[in-house]
């Protein structure tokens, strides 16, 4: 179904070059057309210091972005797979040029030559990864430290930008922050990304160790908050759920060098009341117990790759079972850091709907062009998106899943939760829909979609639904139709 | 009412001077002037001086509390957090009180058990009148660094330094005496941290900047320099850094390693040095500044006595001089009284400038709104508006509230003046008629001038106690949090687009402007509201203050009166005495001089002991 919507899109593209051809606007669509069979692109936003850089090297499993606060950290960066390595800079009066690079530190550092950072619109880097295969990630610019002009009285950070974004998904990467944080609510409007919706947002509560202050017991209090603030009415209305990562465990999980595990084997070789008092600070660490066979030197760096969490970590899964390899140990840190229910939740919310975003964000660029710039032609292009948008399947659910978030449906909870779920909320896949055992048969899936289905039916034509609920109820039905359409054309 | 404090050693003395002044005035009939000692020795009894904690969420403030009280009080869990402020005190055995109401001086209390402290804390309101909800929750506590009268205010840190609540935080630390601001080591400070601690300096002279959790971030001491040097341009902000972990370890296990580690001394210091020190040290200047001005007052009228006494030439001239004073003493009592009509035509200028002021400062904020509101859709901004709004108009609130706070300052400080000048040419009149030495005719010149020195130290202080008393910090917190909340009827995101695409546009142009509408509305009201609530309170505010100063002076103006009046009586005796009956009389006169001059310099002597600690 998908893929025919994305077909239907392109179509729509395609005539949209067609009408602004030669103009900058022209060019400017076929670059969206050329996007929609590029891989997802995912842009990484937040507050200054919120762990952007960190958690973009652990999804990509390289230590490429900088994570520093140096200058290129300022300027959006976009990550891509590519055939070679290569690092260009494209300015903003239009020109690229490429920018020579090494990678022999702790990431790419680039060499901006006699270019200004102020003249520097992106950057965009080409790495041959597998990661980067499946989605292209952009890490954008923090936004909140203290040399920033923010002008407390000004709507600019609330009222959204209308305008087509390059961005198909956004991680929103938040620290612990109250709901009713203004500077919470305040980071969704970034300009450089796109209009916050439950559809193609995702909260990140980032940096989730030192919600515990570093306790062993951490990742367990920030599932807690997560889950508190996923279920807050004012977040629910702009991302899909929230997702707890220790995003410098993630990091170092994915990158753990030899002598690293080898630091950690020799702590954790010691009693464990001393290693426990070395461990109550970091001061202590950095300066107690000379015999350990480290210097200060590699002790700041251990500090600066696992935090304290992931040391007090690291070593009690070393002292549980001694014989941990490093491979070992590194899957178990991705483990504990939340990394890999991130990469469960993107994809199954991202990766599987890609055709659906994609779609989704040319059809945008498209409306935004033809409202910034009518020309002849433009209405009749504006009736085929509103087709397109009106009458696509993929849309309604979506739209269906907004007014759920925004609490505009009205029903019975349980059967809110059904319905979200059915509309693919928790996910596109068939027993995610119908909440079965991923290896049901093929008779039992079937039998769950006609139940549903049937179900369905029955309370859209209810009297006592509420009219919300009733509307809503016509899109579940066409998701169980084409369900079993599915299930027929697989037999 | 807060339990009295154990005898302490550093008030003992003041008291007892202050017991003798009140002897003193007692055996020389007036017991006006021993009614203003009895005020000061009540005072010495039961101090009371607020250390008001403030910081974002989740930056260590609850954790920071308990750590420095010694005791589990404040929540600390990583999901919640402190949505009432604490008060905590001394008392003699623990216990606790919900706060209801915002009247002053003190708030209607209701018992709880300790255990419930946390939940009322952080619990969300109960469903009912606004009224019926605590401002707060008092907690007495046996700990002797409490036992001074120090109180630590613990405040909610949330919706952060942008928010309302912040408002009301900024609005305690005018109130305060001193601001501990805490920020932790993970970041330098931000911007918004930076801009709450301007105002909060502007508010209170003395704060400090404590960096919490150096237990667990590496570059504590980097972040401790760094926010040092932001801090620079803001005036004496010490920076102190501390782990209320190892703290809380530190007690519990009796460990004076670990509580070296914590960084906790400095911070102890400050609060039993710099405050507690500071604030006892105020009490017992204030109470020798009476002291001082009681026994001038009474060794002017004994000096004049003397005069006409020791010559009874000099008497009929001392007689037509003191009615002169007493004529002037009492044109001071009256509303005519130049301090009278500054202090009536100035309130009622304060008042409608105030009103004045959040009129024109809503309404600014009204067409922001209104104009961002045509901008975009309120189906997207909606849920960010709210916050938006109740922040700016706190933000304006406080402003307003500044402005009323510093002009009744220098109204209080205007008044005062015209009551000195007046009250200075009562006993211009008979300051010649001192056949004393030079010397001494020019110390009883300095004791008068002294005696209105002391004056201007208190006249801020009343404006202060007056509007302590309505603003408490607990009103702000309260007046914010019981607006109705502003509410959009549900916002349709147009699931309606299914019925077809004919009337698309039209419909969706349709409902955005209905709900502009709705939004602009929602505003309105919730701003209404607000200038309705806050008109109100400054009004009060400012009859309160007007009530303070003019009982103050009132009484200054009595005091005056009754002693030319006694005086002009003793003045009039001393013309019809025998010989002998004068000489007797002078020697009993001189002896209470000495008797009150001694005391006065008692008095003295403890003011500039106790004098303020620079540096």
């Not at chain 2, 021993?34 to 000061?40: D, E, I, P, Y």
């Not at chain 2, 000195?420 to 010649?432: M, T």
Request: some cysteine.
């Amino acid at each position: 179904m998908s893929s025919a919507l994305l077909q239907r899109a392109k179509g729509v593209v395609v005539a949209a070059v067609d009408v602004y051809r030669g103009t900058d606007d022209g060019r400017r669509l076929a670059d969206v057309l050329q996007r929609m069979d590029e891989p997802l692109r995912v842009a990484i936003a937040g507050r200054v210091k919120s762990g952007k850089s960190t958690l973009l090297n652990a999804l990509v499993g390289e230590r490429l972005a900088p994570t520093d606060a140096g200058e290129c950290t300022r300027v959006v960066t976009w990550y891509a797979d590519g055939h070679t390595y290569s690092v260009t800079l494209r300015l903003r009066d239009g020109r690229s040029t490429p920018a020579r690079f090494h990678r022999d530190g702790p990431s790419l550092e680039i060499d901006l030559g006699a270019v200004a950072v102020e003249s520097i619109a992106k950057i965009d880097v080409t790495w041959p990864t597998r990661a980067l295969r499946t989605a292209t990630l952009i890490d954008t610019p923090g936004v909140g430290s203290m040399s920033e002009q923010t002008s407390a009285r000004s709507w600019a950070f609330i009222a959204p930008e209308d305008e087509a974004t390059p961005a198909d998904a956004v991680l929103y990467l938040m620290k612990h922050l109250h709901a009713t944080d203004l500077e919470f609510l305040r980071a969704f409007h970034d300009r450089e990304v796109s209009q916050p919706n439950p559809v193609n947002s995702i909260g990140v509560l980032s940096r989730a160790d030192e919600i515990g202050v570093g306790r062993l017991d951490a990742m367990t209090s920030a599932r807690k908050v997560a889950r508190r603030l996923a279920a807050e009415p004012k977040v629910r209305r702009v991302m899909q759920t929230v997702v707890p990562v220790a995003g410098l465990l993630a990091e170092t999980a994915a990158t753990l060098t030899e002598i690293e595990v080898k630091y950690l084997r020799q702590i954790a070789e010691h009693p464990a009341g001393e290693v426990d008092a070395l461990l109550l600070t970091a001061d202590r660490f950095l300066t107690r117990m000379p015999g350990l066979g480290l210097t200060e030197l590699d002790r700041r760096d251990m500090l600066g790759r696992f935090g304290l969490f992931g040391i007090r970590l690291a070593v009690s899964l070393l002292r549980r079972r001694p014989a941990t390899t490093a491979t070992e140990l590194a899957r178990m840190m991705t483990g504990h850091s939340g990394l890999d229910d991130l990469l469960e939740i993107l994809r199954t919310l991202f990766f599987e709907r890609r055709d659906v975003l994609k779609a989704r964000s040319a059809l945008l660029a498209v409306d935004a062009v033809i409202r910034d710039n009518p020309v002849p032609g433009s209405a009749t292009l504006a009736t085929a998106v509103e087709e397109v948008i009106a009458g696509a399947h993929p849309f309604n659910e979506m739209r269906v899943l907004s007014s759920l978030r925004a609490g505009t449906v009205k029903g019975r909870p349980a059967a809110l939760e059904e319905l979200e779920r059915v509309i693919g909320g928790g996910g596109s896949q068939l027993h995610q829909r119908l909440a079965l055992s991923a290896d049901a048969g093929p008779v039992a899936q079937r039998e769950a979609v006609e139940e549903t289905l049937l179900r369905w039916q029955k309370r859209g034509a209810s009297a006592l639904s509420d009219h919300s609920l009733s509307v809503a109820a016509s899109v579940a039905v066409r998701s169980c139709e084409g369900m079993l359409e599915d299930l027929r054309s697989r037999s | 009412m807060s339990q009295t404090a154990p005898a302490g050693a550093p008030t003992a003395g003041a008291t007892a001077l202050v017991e003798l002044g009140l002897k003193a005035c007692t055996a020389f009939g007036r017991d006006d002037l021993a009614s203003r000692l009895g005020t000061a020795r009540a005072r010495l009894a039961d101090p009371t001086f607020h250390v008001v904690v403030v910081g974002e969420f989740k930056k260590g403030k609850s954790s920071l509390v308990n750590a420095l009280v010694g005791a589990t009080v404040c929540a600390v869990d990583d999901d919640i957090a402190t949505a009432l402020p604490t008060y905590i005190r001394y008392g003699t055995e623990t216990a606790a009180n919900l706060l209801f109401g915002t009247e002053s001086p003190e708030p209607r209390r209701q018992a709880i058990a300790f255990a419930e402290v946390r939940s009322h804390v952080t619990g969300t309101r109960p469903p009912g009148q606004p009224g019926d909800a605590p401002s707060g929750v008092e907690v007495l506590l046996p700990r002797s660094m409490l036992a001074p009268g120090l109180v630590v205010v613990d405040t909610p840190g949330l919706g952060g330094l942008g928010s309302r609540h912040a408002a009301a935080s900024l609005a305690a630390t005018s109130l305060a005496d001193a601001v501990v601001f805490v920020t932790d080591a993970s970041q330098e400070i931000t911007a918004t941290e930076y801009e709450f601690l301007k105002r909060a300096r502007d508010m209170c002279p003395n704060v400090v900047c404590v960096v919490t959790k150096r237990d667990f971030y590496p570059e504590w001491r980097r972040i401790a320099d760094l926010d040092g040097g932001h801090l620079n341009g803001l005036g004496n902000i010490p920076v102190m850094t501390v782990s209320s972990l190892l703290r809380a370890r530190a007690v519990k296990d009796n460990d004076r390693e670990l509580n070296e580690e914590s960084g906790f001394g400095e911070l102890v210091s400050f609060v039993t040095g710099s405050v507690t020190g500071g604030a006892v040290r105020g009490v017992i200047r204030e109470a020798a500044s009476e002291v001082e001005a009681v026994c001038a007052q009474l060794g002017r009228d004994f000096g004049l006595e003397r005069a006409a006494l020791a010559d009874p030439e000099a008497a009929r001239a001392v007689v037509a001089d003191l009615s002169e004073a007493k004529r002037r003493a009492e044109e001071l009592k009256e509303s005519a009284a130049k301090w009278s009509t500054t202090l009536g035509d100035g309130v009622a200028d304060l008042s409608a400038d105030v009103d004045f002021d959040l009129r024109a400062r809503i309404r600014q904020v009204l067409a922001e709104a209104d104009s961002a509101i045509e901008e975009t859709d309120p189906a997207d901004t909606w849920p960010q508006m709210q916050p938006w709004l109740e922040s700016r108009v706190s933000a304006e609130l406080v402003t307003n509230y500044t402005m009323l706070r510093d002009r009744s300052v220098e109204l209080s400080q205007t008044v005062g003046d015209h009551f000195r000048q007046a009250a200075g040419e009562v006993l211009a009149a008979v300051s010649v008629h001192d056949p004393t030495p030079r010397l001494e005719a020019s110390q009883a010149a300095a004791k008068a001038t002294a005696g209105l020195n002391l004056e201007k130290m208190t006249a801020r202080k009343q404006a202060m106690v007056a509007l302590k008393g309505s603003y408490g910090g607990i009103l702000m917190f309260t007046l914010l949090g019981s607006m109705v909340g502003m509410s959009l009827m549900p916002i349709a995101v147009p699931i309606g687009l299914m019925m077809g695409r004919a009337g698309l546009k039209e419909e969706r142009k349709r409902q955005l402007a209905s709900r502009q509408a709705q939004a602009k509305n929602a505003v309105r009201k919730y701003c209404d509201e607000v200038s309705f609530v806050m008109a109100k309170d400054s009004r009060d505010t400012l009859r309160r203050i007007q009530r303070e100063l003019r009982d103050h002076y009132g009484r200054r103006a009595s005091e005056l009166q009754r002693s030319t009046t006694q005086a002009l009586a003793a003045a009039n005796e001393a013309a019809k005495r025998t010989e002998t009956e004068r000489v007797t009389r002078l020697r009993d006169v001189e002896a209470e001089i000495k008797r009150l001059t001694t005391l006065e310099e008692r008095a003295k002597a403890l003011r500039a002991a106790n004098a303020p600690v620079t540096g």
